[in-house]
């Protein structure tokens, strides 16, 4: 593929800067179905689609220029500004959008620096260059002017769970190894990933037959635990039969909240290395501080959290208490927490699988081990804790995937308006 010279950028700039006092970013202009921004209450993703199947893909001059600068800046770079990071890990190859073949990149940074990023993209010049973005998440809504005044851009908006469930079908049905489960998740030495292969199989974490998976998709139905700030929880019966059934304020961001306050963590990451290092018995109050055993008569287990931070009241306790103590003591009131919401909604819907995404779980085995033993313990066996490799990056995917069907939906009308003035203008007078 050949080179972009400077110039002809900076000539591409300027032409479409001059036509950009005339230019009301209509959507046909410029269609460029390759972004889907996820703009959530902690963190914005960001996928783009890069093209791999060759120059054809470009409608016009224009647009294969401004496909190159865009595909040049993204992916030569990890990381963009302070805080913009690219999961090259996750990248996605050789996967179909729109009937093109190309990859997948995944790029996220904090929210609250929406403003920084809206610089950065008029600085670079997309913004002369895409029409349509296609959005979703809070933000969306929060930022669709500051968006559309400063970027001359249309964010195009897209429904939060509708993205997600249209998300983690499209990255299932395209990478045969997107989904997992734990098998002996607290066993140290036995704990392993174990790939899931979405299909026939039987979901009871004992009895699963491994003769009836195949590879040929998902098998509904199946719960989707959504956690990323807050808590949100989904039956999902069908691709177009899904439904909010249940949710929690305990989530990604009470715990970083929590370990920022009690602990002085200033992120995430380091919430979870400092939580990796503690331990949650010196500070949550254990059924064997009560009963001096376990509470055999209702099946519970000695080692059971009864109440998180509950041995804090006690002087003693609280001084011998470490920062790290805390932070896993946070880490698992939130994930039980979780575990209870998400078990309490599979066992109201008759529901056995349990997926669990959203960012809490990036970097986070801690928590995606205790839920697997939760799910497997308390509903003896029936309940299986399955896991995305793309953790936070769904509802992102979906508004490709929308943005896909909007575009589509569009050529389409310009099609039949073409072709109904030229019969028009063809018929007789
Ligand atoms: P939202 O759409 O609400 O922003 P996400 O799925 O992106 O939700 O998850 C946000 C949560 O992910 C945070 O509350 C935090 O617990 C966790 N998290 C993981 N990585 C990071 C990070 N780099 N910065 C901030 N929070 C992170």
Redesign the pocket.
């Known amino acids: 593929m050949s080179e972009i010279a400077e110039e002809d950028v900076t000539n591409f700039i300027v032409s479409l800067q001059r036509r950009s006092s005339s230019l009301v970013t209509p959507f046909l202009e410029l269609p460029m179905p390759w972004f889907g921004l ?1 703009i ?4 914005t ?1 960001l996928v783009y689609f890069e093209p791999t199947d060759g120059n054809d893909y470009f409608e016009s001059e224009e647009e294969r220029i401004s496909g190159r600068m865009i595909q040049r800046y993204l992916t030569a770079n990890k990381a963009y500004g302070d805080s913009g990071i690219r999961d090259e890990h996750l990248e996605l190859n050789n996967v179909t959008v729109d009937e093109r073949e190309g990859t997948i990149h995944f790029i ?1 940074f ?2 609250e620096h929406m403003p920084i990023f809206i610089s950065l993209v008029k600085e670079k010049g997309f913004t002369l260059m895409s029409s349509t973005v296609c959005a979703t ?1 809070g933000g969306a809504v929060k930022y669709a002017k500051d968006a559309e005044m400063e970027l001359r851009m249309q964010l195009h908006k897209s429904d939060e769970l509708e993205s997600l469930i249209k998300g983690i079908e499209y990255v299932a049905a395209s990478n045969s190894d997107e989904c997992y489960y734990y098998e002996d998740p607290l066993d140290d030495e036995k704990c392993r990933k174990v790939t899931w292969r979405w299909s026939k199989g039987c979901c009871a974490s004992k009895h699963i037959d491994h003769s009836l998976q195949s590879q040929d998709g998902l098998q509904y139905p199946y719960i989707v635990v ?5 808590v949100s929880v989904m039956a999902v019966h069908d691709q177009n039969d899904f439904k909010r059934i249940s949710g929690s304020s305990i ?3 009470f ?2 909240g929590l370990c920022c306050l009690l602990c002085g963590c200033e ?3 380091e919430a979870i290395i400092l939580a990796s290092k503690g331990n949650n018995k010196n500070v949550d109050k254990l059924v064997k501080d009560i009963y001096g055993k376990g509470y055999d008569n209702v099946g519970l287990p000695e080692d059971t959290v009864a109440a998180s931070f509950g041995k804090l009241s006690n002087r003693e306790e609280c001084e011998k208490a470490t920062r790290a103590d805390l932070a896993h003591s946070a880490l698992v009131t939130t994930t039980n927490n979780i575990g209870s919401v998400a078990l309490n909604a599979a066992n109201h819907c008759g529901i056995d699988r349990i997926v669990f995404v ?3 779980l ?1 970097v986070n085995p801690i928590a995606a081990r205790l839920l697997s033993n939760a799910m497997d313990f308390w509903s003896r066996g029936t309940k299986k804790a399955l896991f995305l490799q793309h953790e ?1 990056y769904f509802g992102s995917v979906g508004c490709l995937e929308e943005l896909v069907a909007v575009t589509e939906m569009r050529r389409k009308q310009r099609e039949d308006s073409l072709s109904q003035s030229s019969n028009s203008s063809s018929s007789p007078m």
């Not at 959504?226 to 807050?230: E, L, Q, R």
């Open positions: 996820d959530g209450g902690t963190l993703k996220r904090p929210t998440g959504n956690i990323g700030s807050g989530g990604g961001g715990f970083q992120s995430f990451d959203g960012n809490f990036r936070g």
